[in-house]
């Protein structure tokens, strides 16, 4: 069965204290992994797609990178901004999944 | 460019009601989407539209339906609203729907209570 999930569900972080948000998918035939931010009473916001494993892109504090089972988010020295709701959603011959998402919390 | 809007934001029904859900873009997008959020759920979508003059359902179709009117708008309809319909709805649009790889963009969302 096709489906993505992502860990932690919440995730709590000091600023400027560095972590990673994890998303592992089974889905057929990857074609395409995305990465979306979402702020409460919001709707997504995309950030990034992934095409291939090994494939990295970056934007400001955040890195996704892509291996053959797993997506991850890195948050570089994260602020108080950063806080939100991560989604990552990927896509297989047609269709797309999306996780839950993690809850990041950045404290000041 | 305003991106993806929604009308309405929020909206209140009662079992039976019927209402329609507006959205439209301006990214000469030629593909869009109706999402519902529920807590612990994840996006699911409910139906979507590869391009002007076509529709087809998604994970989630039963009691809606759905018009494409014209390149920019794409509405949701609620025949007979149920409690279970209870859910934040979500419109968004892409350049293309082909295998799913291209970015999605998302209205603000419309927050629907059936009592």
């Known amino acids: 069965e096709d489906q993505v999930t992502q860990s932690p569900e919440a995730l709590r972080l000091q600023e400027g204290e560095s972590s990673s948000l994890n998303c592992s998918y089974t889905?057929?035939?990857?074609?395409?992994l995305f990465w979306y931010r979402q702020d409460p009473g919001k709707g997504p916001e995309f950030l990034f797609t992934?095409?291939?494993a090994g494939e990295e892109k970056e934007k400001e504090r955040l890195k996704a990178t892509l291996t053959k089972k797993e997506s991850f988010l890195h948050i570089t020295a994260p602020k108080p901004e950063d806080s939100a709701t991560y989604l990552c959603?990927?896509?297989?011959?047609?269709?797309?999944?999306f996780g839950t998402g993690t809850r990041l919390t950045v404290i000041p | 460019n305003a991106g993806v809007t929604q009308t309405p934001k929020f909206q209140v029904l009662k079992t039976g009601q019927s209402m329609t859900l507006q959205c439209a873009q301006d990214?000469?997008?030629?593909?869009m989407y109706w999402y519902r959020q529920d807590p612990g759920m994840g996006l699911r979508l409910i139906y979507y539209?590869?391009?002007?003059?076509?529709?087809d359902k998604g994970e989630v179709p039963n009691g809606y339906n759905v018009s494409r009117l014209n390149k920019r708008e794409f509405s949701l309809r609620l025949e007979s609203a149920a409690p279970s319909q209870t859910s934040v709805y979500f419109c968004?649009?892409?350049?293309?729907?082909?295998?799913?790889?291209?970015?999605?963009?998302f209205g603000p969302g419309t927050r629907l209570t059936v009592t």
């Open positions: 968004a649009s892409s350049e293309f729907a082909s295998g799913s790889i291209y970015e999605q963009y």
């Open positions: 889905v057929s035939g990857l074609r395409g």
């Open positions: 992934l095409y291939s």
């Open positions: 959603a990927a896509t297989g011959a047609n269709n797309l999944f």
């Open positions: 990214m000469n997008h030629n593909s």
């Open positions: 539209s590869a391009s002007e003059g076509t529709t």
